[in-house]
């Protein structure tokens, strides 16, 4: 990310360009970006408003809580599969070994 640059016109003054300066941040909004306490820097959000500072917490601790709720569910829903899956092997299992069990019982009685 790179900001907005400007270069010092000829006979102008260090005050001129630096309200030169100040009107194109303005203009493309590049304070909004960085003052901003979700999006800016570290150093932004340790220097910005108590207020703001625990708006932004909330906000994150409910994030934090949502994506908790929904791995949780994504567990769930997996255990569920695999137990299913579980219990489709182990019931195929069981009617082979009672398909196998009823050829040995028919072959012996034919004996």
Not at 15 to 36: C, H, S
Not at 64 to 79: F, G, H, I, P, S
Not at 87 to 92: D, G, L, T, V
């Amino acid at each position: 990310m790179s900001g907005p640059v400007v270069r010092l016109r000829r006979g102008e003054s260090s005050e001129g360009l630096i309200r030169r300066f100040t009107r194109k941040v303005k203009k493309e909004k590049w304070m909004d970006e960085i003052r901003d306490e979700v999006h800016g820097t570290t150093e932004c959000r340790k220097t910005s408003k108590p207020s703001l500072k625990k708006k932004y917490k909330k906000e994150k601790a409910e994030r934090r809580r949502l994506a908790e709720e929904r791995r949780k569910e994504r567990r769930a829903k997996n255990r569920l599969m695999r137990m299913k899956k579980q219990h489709k092997k182990k019931s195929a299992v069981q009617k082979q070994r009672a398909a196998g069990k009823e050829k040995t019982f028919a072959s012996k009685q034919t004996n």
